[in-house]
């Protein structure tokens, strides 16, 4: 393996400051924290327009990255990462919530569009791909009529946060899982809610 072959880019999806730090929106933010407990490390740093912090995990290096722009603009620190670190995008993992899957369900897959969610679509505009892992965290839709915009940027629950601890553990265990044996065996191990799992 290269250098460049063993070195990868986690990013976590969010937006910045304290009014924001418990919204369902930050989700990714909250897996990539809960990676750098595991690996004990903090952030320390700011590169790029995010704040990092690095690990080195079974021979591989991790540039665990929050951006610190707002959500729709992810893709300036993203993209600087990238390019700086000279990572292959198959290297690169961005970590997001998904209305589309029920709170609990991880979905760890190769690339595709942003459906919607502005933090990726700005990170697949910067790279000119739309090739490159990611892992989806669901955080179900909201009833009734509210607006999926409105529901983002509202607080998990008490009874949510109790769903997402183990979620978040398993999320940690699956971008570990995709470094060290590959996207294919992480998507085999981790997608899914965790019940219906063999």
Known sequence: MSEADERFVIVGLGNPGRD???NRHNVGFMAIDRLAEHLGVKFTRMEFRAIVTKA???ERQLVLAKPQTFMNLSGQAAGALVRYYKVPLTNLLVAYDDVDLPLGTLRLRPGG???????????IERLGSQDFPRLRLGIGRPSGRMDAAAYVLQDFSAAEIEILKPTLQRASEAILTYVTRGLDAAMNEYNG???DLP
């Open 20 to 22: 924001y730090r418990a």
């Open 56 to 58: 080195n995990y079974q």
């Open 113 to 123: 569009g942003s459906a919607g969610q502005k933090g990726m679509a700005s990170i």
């Open 193 to 195: 809610n965790g019940q």
